[in-house]
Nanobody, 122 residues
Framework: QVQLVESGGGLVQAGHSLRLSCAGS????????MGWFRQAPGRPEREFVA?????????DYADSVKGRFSISRDNAKNTVYLQMHSLKPEDTAVYFC??????????????WGQGTQVTVSS
């Protein structure tokens, strides 16, 4: 059973930075494709933010965060990170990490964390 726990959320002013972490446990974390998603207030759907391949060699980003956010992973620590710079009020959301244990293309995320709140004030 894969368990994912996000941390690092909080309240920040626009223009500032935050780094989110997602710690995984269970079967080999290092083979999973990992992704970050977010769900804004009042929105029913979760929006793709970024993902990273099992090796860290391939990353992908939503257009809305390109150039501001960076996804990375440390397989030795079973952790994936989302470094967020130049935050905007529209980045306010609950951020979730997710895992695809089978490295499918496109990824099909089967495991989700509980989410961490990011609030950006103007």
């Amino acid at each position: 059973q894969v368990q994912l726990v996000e941390s690092g959320g909080g309240l920040v002013q626009a223009g500032h930075s935050l780094r989110l972490s997602c710690a995984g446990s269970g079967p080999p974390f290092s083979v999973y494709t990992m992704g970050w998603f977010r769900q804004a207030p009042g929105r029913p759907e979760r929006e793709f933010v970024a993902d990273i391949s099992w090796s860290g060699g391939t990353t992908d980003y939503a257009d809305s965060v390109k150039g501001r956010f960076s996804i990375s992973r440390d397989n030795a620590k079973n952790t994936v990170y989302l470094q967020m710079h130049s935050l905007k009020p529209e980045d306010t959301a609950v951020y979730f990490c997710a895992a695809d244990p089978y490295r499918r293309s496109p990824p099909q995320y089967e495991y989700w964390g509980q989410g961490t709140q990011v609030t950006v004030s103007s």
